[in-house]
């Protein structure tokens, strides 16, 4: 069993960066792909960024060139780095993970989730 838990969310101004952070426990970190998806309030999750265990990655047109996803195998974290946020931006971000090859965009490609971190833009 992996467990996940999301860190770095918080109020920012539009236009302005986060960087959410997702520490796995569990072993063979490095065997995992790795997503994140986002929820605004009266909507579907929706995906955003994903990296598989090669290193390649894969992100929704809607924050392609703003949003980075990297991952630290030594520190068992998957990070989403975010610029030039929008207001549109505003979600319950989660992080989410599958022992698999490659990214996908799937929310029923990943096995484990975390309980979300909250990301507010103001305009």
């Known amino acids: 069993q992996v467990q996940l838990v999301e860190s770095g969310g918080g109020l920012v101004q539009a236009g302005g960066s986060l960087r959410l952070s997702c520490v796995a426990s569990?072993?063979?970190?490095?065997?995992?792909?790795l997503g994140w998806f986002r929820q605004a309030p009266g909507k579907e999750r929706d995906f955003i960024a994903a990296r598989g265990s090669g290193g390649s990655t894969y992100y929704a047109d809607s924050v392609k060139g703003r949003f980075t996803i990297s991952r630290d195998n030594a520190k068992n974290t998957v990070y989403l780095q975010m610029n030039s946020l929008k207001f549109d931006d505003t979600a319950v971000y989660y992080c989410a993970a599958a022992r698999r090859l490659g990214p996908t965009s799937s929310a029923s490609g990943y096995d484990y989730w975390g309980q979300g971190t909250q990301v507010t833009v103001s305009s």
């Open positions: 569990g072993r063979a970190f490095s065997d995992y792909r």
